[in-house]
């Protein structure tokens, strides 16, 4: 009996399993053996191991036109947030910010430097820009500084961008990224008129978020926060705040804490995320930053201890492992930005600074803060928006930022759930291809993906309904959580 | 379909179709319309008349029935009448299970298959679309079946344009196996229709071409699967249906994983207990599995869906075979004229949510079968 191998990607999991990939990211584990008969193709057909590879289009001992086609239709679904172009646009206001923030990463401008705002014609530019996108989907997402202190443009943007939606007919949104300092009730109101969403930053209890994130005027910035998130809510309904933590030096070892603090604030989720601290000087580096295996270390004890909670019957989403979990166990495609391939950049999202530059992503800007304006795709005031998105700088960045052609990521077998990010790889390594060996970004993700796999492998069924609640955004009904195993 | 017998007064020429009335019909009306008389003196231009006495002056085709037989017909019932006085009852007003039979051909030859196919028929269409005519407009599901109703080509969407002019309240649900849906053309004709209400439901017995084609006895398996995608294509609502037996019980939670990878976009997907007649009762002894000992992989791929967002169901199942967790995916789903309970059952608290057998599985049925009590 004979048969021919399909693409397939391939890693030792642990000391007696291999873990195998095909195109499209679906997944089996088969003994060493077993892999030995496969690649010599001696496996039996009768044998479970040879159905199963079959079925994941691993392999076939019959037609192989029509197994490529289903591959070719799962890769489409997979690819399809290519077909959509730009739907993150991210707007800076202004630059003017009146936090303190330990780890910031924009070079934040004084309260009163008014010259660091949007003016009202660079916003406009702005948005006509953004609505030459093709993506049906909008998301405009003000960045900052702190945007409550441009309110006024933030206005204007709001308020044109509907009126050219009336013609457009997108699925518009709108985020706005605070700390919330400033929020006054005219303000939610506004807010609550025209459907935005507020994300905002909590690092932890009240001694960590201070630490991380004063504002200028007081040490006592988590009591502030705390009070402004239930007037929002208020507001503007308990789902639309969110809230983003970034992990400091400071945070390390304190993760379970920071967990309790989102869950006590009334949060049903939490993004646990790492610092990128090339964007800063070395002293703070020192001071602030950790390695990449300190991080994953925290991070995954955190993980389980939130699955912990889930099985104690509190819902609560922890979004990387949510994002990465999509990835690995649907056939759909994720919009994240970051993991992507081809990276996301530009064609996925991008941001509009204050004087209406326009960067590949946040990381670019603030590479330009440092002074290198490699990420640099042009400015609204003197470029249209073909110039802008397709031009060869941006056509050549994303050629190499492609996983299934750059070195080590092209035989990686986790990377149908991975990211390509030329930016990060050349704040690190000076470099957009990079050095995967050497990659902060890859033995992060790696370490994770691979924590995860062991887990759905163990194939706890309570588990298993967890990751599945998290990813379906459905709280498991007491019920009908039926344990299969 | 149930057949009932009777015995022509008359000689009859050729098949009688029409409506069952109880009431007097104004004349100008009575040609679509057959009349159980109940004694009363008989008058003409009905399609046909039901008497349970025999009768002297019998007017055109009248047929004489048993009394309880007649009970089962009601008004608003579309029933055939073959020459040799035998009634076939088309369509039950009062039922949720009414299907079209609009073949008896079909190209695959599935090991498990509960009919009697034919290679040879003349067009049923007329016949078909007389039926329509003849059907409540208020009917709430209607099934097309065969055979494999793709066989008749375009008279297949003569009649789909024909539910969507008469019944355009009538939800469709059409079962075919898919293979000529490979054909893209053919799909969007079908889709171009635009009936308002239209399911397309598909099976799928395996996750590989050599399992899945070894039990439908044909070469249908990429073809099949082409149609999914053509259907998917027109964002048609597709549901796909495993019936269960001893070939294909085992991968049924790989099977699970394929649908839900390949195809997620399908509405919904039954898993159901196999029927014993003809074809599967002549291959009883490769096809039986007691149903309780699947139990574990039913279970494992039901969960598994249900767990992904996908809505399945489980057709045809008795609730005492199955695990209490698996009850609330059953639907009854038994047409209600093979719809059978056992003795037993009359003793038991859940007979009323419960799906029952097929009258075939009288003789054979899981060995489980247990009264269950309420606490
Ligand atoms: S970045 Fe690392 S984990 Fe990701 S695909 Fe590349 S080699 Fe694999
Ligand atoms: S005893 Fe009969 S009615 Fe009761 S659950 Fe079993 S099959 Fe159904």
């Known amino acids: 009996m004979s048969y021919k191998l399909l693409p397939l990607r391939f890693e030792r999991f642990n000391n007696d399993e291999i873990f195998i990939t095909n195109e499209v990211g679906e997944f089996t584990f088969i003994s060493k053996d077993k892999f030995e008969q496969l690649i010599k193709c001696t496996l039996n057909p009768q044998d479970e191991t040879f159905l199963n590879l079959?079925?994941?289009?691993?392999?076939?001992?019959?037609?192989?036109?029509?197994?490529?086609?289903?591959?070719?239709?799962?890769?489409?679904?997979?690819?399809?947030?290519?077909?959509?172009?730009?739907?993150?646009?991210?707007?800076?206001?202004?630059?003017?910010?009146?936090?303190?923030?330990?780890?910031?990463?924009?070079?934040?401008?004084?309260?009163?430097?008014?010259?660091?705002?949007?003016?009202?014609?660079?916003?406009?530019?702005?948005?006509?820009?953004?609505?030459?996108?093709?993506?049906?989907?909008?998301?405009?997402?003000?960045?900052?500084?702190?945007?409550?202190?441009?309110?006024?443009?933030?206005?204007?943007?709001?308020?044109?961008?509907?009126?050219?939606?009336?013609?457009?007919?997108?699925?518009?949104?709108?985020?706005?990224?605070?700390?919330?300092?400033?929020m006054t009730k005219?303000?939610?109101?506004?807010?609550?008129?025209?459907?935005?969403?507020?994300?905002?930053?909590?690092?932890?209890?009240?001694?960590?978020?201070?630490?991380?994130?004063?504002?200028?005027?007081?040490?006592?910035?988590?009591?502030?926060?705390?009070?402004?998130?239930?007037?929002?809510?208020?507001?503007?309904?308990?789902?639309?705040?969110?809230?983003?933590?970034?992990?400091?030096?400071?945070?390390?070892?304190?993760?379970?804490?920071?967990?309790?603090?989102?869950?006590?604030?009334?949060?049903?989720?939490?993004?646990?995320?790492?610092?990128?601290?090339?964007?800063?000087?070395?002293?703070?580096?020192?001071?602030?930053?950790?390695?990449?295996?300190?991080?994953?270390?925290?991070?995954?004890?955190?993980?389980?201890?939130?699955?912990?909670?889930?099985?104690?019957?509190?819902?609560?989403?922890?979004?990387?492992?949510?994002?990465?979990?999509?990835?690995?166990?649907?056939?759909?495609?994720?919009?994240?930005?970051?993991?992507?391939?081809?990276?996301?950049?530009?064609?996925?999202?991008?941001?509009?600074?204050?004087?209406?530059?326009?960067?590949?992503?946040?990381?670019?800007?603030?590479?330009?803060?440092?002074?290198?304006?490699?990420?640099?795709?042009?400015?609204?005031?003197k470029n249209s928006y073909l110039e802008l998105f397709n031009s060869e700088f941006i056509r050549s960045l994303i050629r190499s930022a492609c996983l299934e052609c750059l070195p080590e990521c092209s035989s990686c077998a986790y990377q149908s759930f991975c990211g390509a990010d030329p930016v990060r790889n050349y704040s690190e390594q000076g470099d957009i291809v990079g050095h995967r060996p050497t990659s902060e970004i890859c033995k992060r993700n790696k370490k994770i993906m691979h924590y995860l796999l062991d887990l759905v492998k163990q194939g706890n069924g309570k588990i298993e309904d967890v990751f599945w609640s998290w990813i379906i955004r459905r709280p498991i009904e007491n019920n009908v959580c039926i344990t299969s195993s | 379909m149930k057949k009932i017998t009777g015995i022509p007064l008359l000689d009859i020429n050729n098949h009688i179709i029409g409506k069952i009335t109880y009431k007097p019909i104004k004349h100008s009306l009575r040609q679509d319309f057959i009349f159980v008389a109940n004694g009363e003196k008989l008058e003409s231009g009905y399609a046909a008349i039901l008497v349970t006495k025999r009768n002297r002056d019998p007017k055109g085709t009248t047929i004489l029935c048993n009394l309880e037989d007649i009970k089962y017909l009601n008004t608003g019932d579309v029933v055939s009448?073959?020459?040799?006085?035998?009634?076939?009852?088309?369509?039950?007003?009062?039922?949720?299970?009414?299907?079209?039979?609009?073949?008896?051909?079909?190209?695959?030859?599935?090991?498990?298959?509960?009919?009697?196919?034919?290679?040879?028929?003349?067009?049923?269409?007329?016949?078909?679309?007389?039926?329509?005519?003849?059907?409540?407009?208020?009917?709430?599901?209607?099934?097309?079946?065969?055979?494999?109703?793709?066989?008749?080509?375009?008279?297949?969407?003569?009649?789909?344009?024909?539910?969507?002019?008469?019944?355009?309240?009538?939800?469709?649900?059409?079962?075919?196996?898919?293979?000529?849906?490979?054909?893209?053309?053919?799909?969007?004709?079908?889709?171009?229709?635009?009936?308002?209400?239209?399911?397309?439901?598909?099976?799928?017995?395996?996750?590989?071409?050599?399992?899945?084609?070894?039990i439908i006895g044909a070469n249908g398996f990429y073809k099949t699967i082409q149609g999914l995608y053509n259907l998917a294509r027109f964002k048609q609502k597709i549901g796909i249906r495993i019936v269960i037996h001893k070939l294909n019980y085992k991968r049924l939670p790989q099977l699970a994983e394929f649908i839900y990878h390949n195809f997620p976009f399908v509405f919904h997907i039954a898993f159901m207990q196999m029927e014993t007649m003809e074809v599967a009762k002549k291959n009883i002894d490769i096809l039986w599995i007691d149903p309780y000992d699947y139990n574990e992989q039913l279970e494992k791929a039901v969960t598994y869906l249900w767990k992904r967002g996908m809505n399945v169901s489980i057709y045809n199942a008795q609730l005492c075979v199955l695990p209490k967790n698996l009850w609330r995916y059953t639907r009854k789903s038994i047409s209600s004229w093979k719809n059978i309970y056992l003795e037993e059952c009359g003793k038991c608290d859940y007979l009323e949510n419960c799906g029952g057998f097929f009258a075939s599985s009288l003789e054979l049925h899981s060995q489980h079968i247990e009264i269950i009590k309420k606490n």
């Open chain 1, 54 to 182: 079959k079925a994941k289009q691993i392999l076939t001992d019959t037609d192989i036109n029509p197994v490529i086609e289903m591959l070719a239709t799962k890769y489409r679904t997979k690819k399809s947030f290519l077909n959509k172009f730009t739907a993150l646009h991210m707007v800076v206001p202004t630059l003017r910010c009146n936090s303190n923030c330990r780890y910031c990463q924009v070079s934040r401008k004084d309260v009163e430097a008014h010259q660091f705002d949007m003016d009202k014609s660079t916003a406009k530019k702005v948005v006509d820009t953004i609505f030459q996108s093709p993506s049906p989907m909008i998301k405009i997402e003000f960045q900052g500084g702190e945007p409550l202190l441009n309110f006024k443009i933030v206005k204007q943007i709001i308020e044109y961008s509907e009126w050219r939606n009336l013609f457009k007919k997108k699925d518009l949104e709108f985020v706005i990224c605070t700390n919330l300092s400033l």
């Open chain 1, 186 to 381: 005219d303000m939610l109101k506004y807010l609550k008129k025209h459907h935005v969403y507020i994300s905002t930053s909590l690092d932890g209890p009240r001694d960590l978020h201070n630490k991380n994130r004063p504002l200028q005027a007081t040490d006592n910035s988590y009591d502030i926060l705390i009070e402004k998130i239930s007037l929002c809510r208020e507001y503007l309904g308990h789902d639309s705040v969110s809230a983003l933590m970034t992990a400091s030096r400071f945070s390390l070892e304190r993760f379970k804490e920071i967990v309790d603090e989102y869950i006590s604030q009334g949060f049903n989720g939490m993004f646990l995320r790492s610092l990128n601290p090339y964007g800063f000087a070395k002293r703070d580096r020192r001071m602030l930053g950790y390695t990449m295996e300190e991080f994953v270390e925290n991070y995954i004890e955190a993980l389980d201890y939130i699955i912990d909670i889930n099985l104690k019957g509190t819902y609560f989403v922890e979004s990387f492992a949510s994002l990465l979990l999509t990835r690995m166990l649907t056939p759909f495609s994720t919009g994240f930005v970051d993991l992507q391939s081809p990276a996301g950049i530009a064609i996925s999202g991008v941001i509009y600074d204050y004087n209406g530059n326009v960067y590949v992503s946040d990381e670019a800007r603030m590479l330009a803060a440092m002074g290198d304006n490699k990420f640099l795709m042009g400015n609204v005031n």
């Open chain 2, 81 to 214: 009448i073959e020459p040799n006085g035998n009634i076939n009852v088309l369509y039950k007003k009062n039922s949720v299970g009414n299907v079209l039979l609009v073949t008896e051909r079909c190209n695959c030859s599935c090991i498990m298959c509960p009919q009697s196919l034919v290679t040879k028929e003349d067009d049923k269409s007329p016949f078909i679309f007389k039926i329509i005519s003849l059907i409540d407009n208020n009917t709430q599901l209607l099934g097309i079946t065969g055979g494999e109703p793709t066989l008749i080509g375009d008279k297949l969407i003569d009649i789909i344009t024909a539910c969507k002019q008469r019944l355009p309240k009538t939800k469709l649900i059409m079962l075919t196996n898919g293979i000529k849906l490979e054909n893209f053309d053919y799909v969007k004709k079908i889709v171009m229709v635009q009936h308002p209400d239209l399911t397309i439901d598909i099976p799928l017995y395996a996750d590989t071409d050599t399992e899945h084609n070894n």
